[in-house]
């Protein structure tokens, strides 16, 4: 799965002052919210991730980050 990660997005729009950046950020954490469900609920840092995942049976095979903001999961249920 792939989720967006709180931390990642604040410290992206901290390094820069150029609003198309922060523009860029804010959509990647709500989503376009151009269509219906086309929006995230939530945001995510690695211990949070790792505390849902766990709590719902989850075994966590690998997080890594993609593009700077995303995190990737692989997991499988136990």
Known sequence: ???????????MIEQTDNVEVHLRCI???FGTQ????????TSF???TLT???NNAGFKIIKISLT????FTVEATKN
Do not use: C, I, N, R
């Open 34 to 41: 151009a269509y219906t469900g086309d929006y995230h609920l």
């Open 45 to 47: 840092t690695t211990e």
């Open 27 to 29: 959509h990647f954490l």
């Open 67 to 70: 593009d700077g903001w995303m």
């Open 1 to 11: 799965m792939q989720v967006p990660s709180v931390l990642d997005l604040m410290k």
């Open 51 to 53: 505390y849902y995942l």
